[in-house]
């Protein structure tokens, strides 16, 4: 008999504890998260882009730097712009080679939404200027950005997230006709 009521006894105790235990849950609405501040937002990133044009999509890792006003790469992605003037698949691959890394700034201006505890990013990109080299000859090729949508930096989990368009492409003074505008989305990017 002494064995079955020292078991209950510890169940019983148990089960005390673990409604306190339970019941000091209910109390708290959750972690302190804190706000966010302007002061969290530069850094060198690394985060996921997604280049679609048309039906082509294309995945990869990216590193870039945000400064004060500014987001900068070291190395913008271009293959596909390059495909896009130089339709020869050897000849693009050529001029990519030949063309080396790419730099790329994206001027932004931010505010603080403490009700969302985000940091909005409005971004005003320039045009991207390419000297491409086809058949011994350059093709000035003047790349037109635009972003349709706010850039978000988030304080729950310290992310940065934005999108750009290639809009249009110019070779030469020629507007490149048809064309299927090229979307550069970085939907999850984490400082190093």
Do not use: W
């Amino acid at each position: 008999m002494k064995k079955l009521t020292v078991p209950r006894f510890f169940i019983s105790v148990l089960m005390i504890l673990a409604g306190f235990a339970l019941s000091s849950c209910n109390d708290n609405e959750g972690p302190d998260i804190p706000p966010v501040k302007m002061e969290n937002l530069p850094g060198n990133y690394k985060g996921k882009l997604i280049i679609v044009q048309g039906n082509s999509k294309r995945e990869g890792i990216k590193e870039f730097k945000v400064k004060k006003d500014t987001i900068s790469f070291a190395e913008f992605p271009i293959e596909e712009i390059v495909k896009t003037v130089v339709k020869n698949p050897a000849k693009a691959e050529t001029a990519l080679k030949s063309m080396g890394k790419v730099k790329y700034d994206i001027k932004y201006a931010a505010v603080i939404n403490t009700a969302n505890n985000v940091i909005e990013l409005t971004l005003t990109p320039k045009t991207m200027e390419l000297q491409i080299p086809v058949d011994g000859v350059n093709k000035k090729t003047v790349v037109e950005f635009v972003s349709k949508q706010k850039g978000y930096y988030v304080g729950l989990d310290q992310t940065l997230r934005y999108a750009l368009t290639a809009e249009k492409i110019t070779v030469d003074g020629t507007l490149v006709t048809p064309y299927e505008v090229i979307d550069y989305n970085f939907p999850f990017c984490i400082k190093n």
